[in-house]
């Protein structure tokens, strides 16, 4: 995942989500959601151990219940949480994974590094569109994450 744009569009504020304040895996506080999307639902979290804040995205409940989605979902962890030790020293733009795992309600959840920023449609939506500067800049930073993760 590129460390440019990472956070999508704020959720309507009039939306009450159950969500907030639960604590998964007596290690991490759902603070306030970033995101929904076709999978799952992002949260800024407060991690206990180490004490950091984070995001977590946790997915659907019929994707959780899905074995095959979830074995799926654990080989990429794996693969991204190897992936993001390595660029680490390389200094390559990949967000750091810190665990993966099932919540106390049956529901898949991933812990990352939180980048703050705007997503690519926001910029695109208030800015227009990309300098070729910007573009190139852009395309140079999913490359190099693209040719890290081969």
């Known amino acids: 995942m590129a460390k440019e744009t990472v956070i999508g569009k704020e959720p309507a504020a009039t939306i009450t ?7 998964l895996r007596a290690n991490y506080r759902l603070v306030r959601k970033l995101a929904t999307g076709n999978m799952g639902d ?18 659907l409940p019929a994707l959780s219940r899905n074995s095959k989605f ?9 693969a ?9 020293r390389i200094a390559c733009p990949i967000v750091s994974v810190y665990d993966y795992d099932i919540d106390e309600h049956g529901e898949l959840f991933v812990a990352m590094e939180l980048v703050q920023g705007r997503s690519l449609a926001d910029v695109l939506r208030t800015d227009g569109p990309l300098s070729i500067q910007r573009a190139l800049h852009l395309t140079t930073l999913i490359a190099d994450a693209l040719g890290a993760a081969h």
């Open 17 to 23: 989500d159950t969500s907030i304040g639960q604590v």
């Open 80 to 88: 991204v949480r190897s992936l993001s030790k390595m660029v680490t």
């Open 42 to 59: 992002v949260y800024v979290a407060q991690q206990f151990r180490p004490e950091q804040i984070i995001a977590v995205k946790v997915f």
């Open 70 to 78: 979830a074995e799926h979902l654990c080989m990429l962890m794996q």
